[in-house]
């Protein structure tokens, strides 16, 4: 089958690298793609948004399944426009319809429905401009630190965790009155803080049936020993070793079970990944938050464990037959690390060349922001490559990702040496 991958960023290499694996492909396109997917697949210079193009790229290349990666055109309702339109219908599109793409793109939609369904979570109120004052109001009951939320899509980037009274209202003027995410933070949803380890599930749903993914745990934080700003994620580590049988029990009984029955019982059609982002308190879990689709970096380690024909599986999700699919995991540890840009999460310099990946032994590059320059690879992201690895436990594995990334060379380049250091 002819296959349509959108996104440019790490998790679409990696989906793109394991499509790729398929007997089950044809052809593959990817739209915009990257430098790495241009290795596996065909890229189409087209932005995931503008659905137009989409529908032309899928009707000229005869497209038999559109996969989502980012979350932008599934908030947007990507998915609705092609079940909507006759000439798109017949293409199924792996990811949820708007309705239920709420879930990450409004934090406060997301509270809601883990209210009305029970589904453990951080006491929380939403406030916007007119009720500020109420917002001050609702700090000042909070013990320290204080959380944060846009409640729209803000990149990764649009939750703060400050410890200071006076500087967390000043932050909420500054979401809500300066309009510090956009749009994104028209509303802000301000949460009771939880401590804890966290760490991300993955599940993918037919809408009746669902599998529960390899677990992983990354790295937001720019700096050392979690410091510094966050970013998009400086690396991951699957599995997670503190998620053992009986609390993942929890997780699926507490969680993900009062989830997909809630999606179905709030009719929220829903045919994709549901990326749950969970913090361990104590032996039990709470949910932070919910992404509709794969993260990133997490997807660099958690599809290079799945064994099975990834094509299979969309295909049984597509169908509403994924309880006919066993999933098969491979028992070793993944890690991946990102090598970013200087600068990065602030403002950084791109077109740099990059060079060693032809030095790479045992570990798989994926790429996240690279570009081909007339035959020579250079940055284009503040994420730009993530380096994974194999191992029978997580040191093992982070010690080959550290050994290649140390071939990897591009002016600026910046990674963090201590992964796992919680663990």
Not at 145 to 158: C, F, I, M, S, T
Not at 317 to 330: N, P, Q, S, T
Not at 365 to 382: M, Q, S
Request: glycine share 10%; with cysteine; proline share 5%.
């Amino acid at each position: 089958m002819n296959i349509l991958l959108l996104g440019s960023g790490g998790r679409e290499h990696t989906l793109a690298w394991k499509l790729k694996q398929s007997k089950r492909l044809e052809k593959l396109f990817v739209a915009p793609g990257n430098a790495g997917t241009e290795g596996v697949a065909t890229n189409l210079p087209i932005d995931p948004n503008d659905f137009v193009a989409v529908k032309a790229a899928a009707i000229e290349h005869k497209i038999d399944m559109v996969v989502v990666g980012p979350e932008d055109p599934l908030v947007r309702g990507i998915a609705d426009y092609f079940r909507q339109n006759p000439d798109l219908d017949h293409i199924p599109v792996i990811g949820p319809e708007k309705k239920a793409a709420a879930l990450e793109g409004s934090k406060d939609f997301a509270k809601q429905f883990m209210m009305r369904h029970g589904i453990p979570t951080a006491a929380y109120r939403s406030f916007t401009a007119e009720t500020l004052q109420e917002g001050f109001n609702f700090l000042g009951t909070l013990n320290p630190p204080y959380v944060l939320k846009a409640d729209g899509l803000a990149a990764g980037k649009g939750v703060v965790i400050l410890d200071n009274l006076d500087e967390a209202r000043a932050e909420l003027s500054r979401m809500l009155l300066d309009s510090k995410f956009g749009e994104a933070s028209t509303t802000v949803v301000i949460e009771e803080f939880l401590s804890g380890i966290e760490l991300s599930c993955f599940v993918l749903t037919d809408g009746d049936h669902f599998k529960i993914l390899p677990t992983a745990k990354d790295y937001k934080r720019i700096g050392e020993g979690d410091t510094g700003l966050n970013t998009g994620g400086m690396g991951a580590i699957s599995p997670v070793p503190f998620a053992d049988g009986p609390f993942m029990e929890k997780v699926k009984e507490r969680i993900i079970l009062p989830t997909v029955i809630g999606l179905k019982k709030d009719q929220l059609p829903y045919k994709g990944f549901i990326f749950i982002g969970l913090i361990k308190v104590g032996e039990d879990p709470y949910v932070i938050e919910y992404n509709v689709r794969l993260g990133d970096p997490e997807t660099e380690v958690v599809l290079p464990r799945i064994q099975n024909d990834l094509v299979e599986v969309f295909e049984a999700v597509a169908k509403g037959e994924l309880d006919r699919i066993h999933l098969e995991i491979d028992r070793r540890c993944a890690v991946t690390v990102m090598a970013v840009s200087g600068g990065y999460p602030g403002s950084y310099a791109k077109g740099k060349e990059i060079i060693g990946l032809e030095d790479v032994r045992d570990s798989v590059v994926f790429h996240a922001g690279t570009r081909n320059e007339k035959g020579t690879l250079v940055t284009k992201g503040g994420r730009v490559l993530a380096v994974t690895s194999y191992g029978e436990d997580f040191r093992k594995a982070l010690k080959d990702s550290y050994r290649n990334m140390e071939k990897i060379r591009f002016d600026g380049m910046y990674y963090r040496k201590d992964l796992g250091f919680d663990l």
